[in-house]
């Protein structure tokens, strides 16, 4: 939803699409760029009929334009993903199950989510990844206000403070202590704080899985 993230989908999309494919080959891609300020009041007001009225229709403009398959850059907006599937006859590729089998190809029965407050204390998302047969567990609920601000006052713009990176470490090394066998990093802007070097636990970045599963479909 927010430029920052979009801009490293589209990067992933086309080097991922050079990588396979060599030569002068990029993604062939039509991108709908949504205004964040929008979407997050509604979100903030609960008007999530009009979120989900609101990106099906940018969904049905994608088709229009050709799409084959559709992303949803966001995991919080991943609320009304199944409206918006619904509104178009070309499938939506879903962030939670792409995360989720990723996490069992592992061998994981249990992980842990780290995301915005909203997808943190919600269970839209949660509870899709365990109908895949995996137990989530989330930050303790003092924690999910400083994610939330690392989130939105710097990630999605474009601010990546090494402060943050510890604060979300730590935070990761928690959800070990309580079981977690790998950490979903369960908003599009934390892959850019957050990096598998940067943590022990298995670290499972939602962009980089959420582009390759596309690709593994567009280019399959």
Not at 186 to 208: H, I, N, R, S, Y
Request: glycine share 6%.
């Amino acid at each position: 939803m927010s430029w920052e993230s979009s801009i490293e989908y589209y990067r992933m999309l086309n080097t991922g699409v050079e990588e396979r494919l060599g030569g002068l080959h990029s993604a062939k891609c039509v991108m709908a760029s949504v205004e964040f300020a929008e979407l997050t009041a509604l979100q903030q007001e609960d008007r999530w009929d009009d979120v989900a009225t609101l990106l099906a229709d940018i969904a049905k403009g994608l088709e229009r334009a050709g799409a084959d398959l559709l992303l949803m850059c966001t995991t919080s907006f991943h609320k009304v993903a199944d409206a918006v599937e619904a509104a178009v006859d070309v499938p939506l590729v879903h962030l939670a199950d792409v995360v989720a089998e990723a996490a069992k190809e592992k061998g994981l029965t249990k992980i842990g989510l780290v995301g915005t407050k909203f997808t943190m204390e919600r269970d839209f998302f949660t509870d899709r990844i365990a109908s895949r047969g995996l137990e989530v567990v989330v930050p303790d609920a003092q924690h999910h206000d400083t994610v939330d601000r690392i989130i939105y006052d710097e990630l999605v713009h474009g601010k990546v403070l090494d402060s943050s990176r510890r604060a979300v470490v730590s935070i990761v090394d928690e959800l070990w202590d309580a079981g977690a066998q790998g950490v979903v990093l369960g908003c599009t802007e934390l892959e850019l704080l957050v990096k598998q070097a940067d943590c022990e636990l298995p670290v499972f970045p939602c962009t980089t899985l959420h582009v390759t599963a596309a690709l593994d479909r567009a280019l399959g």
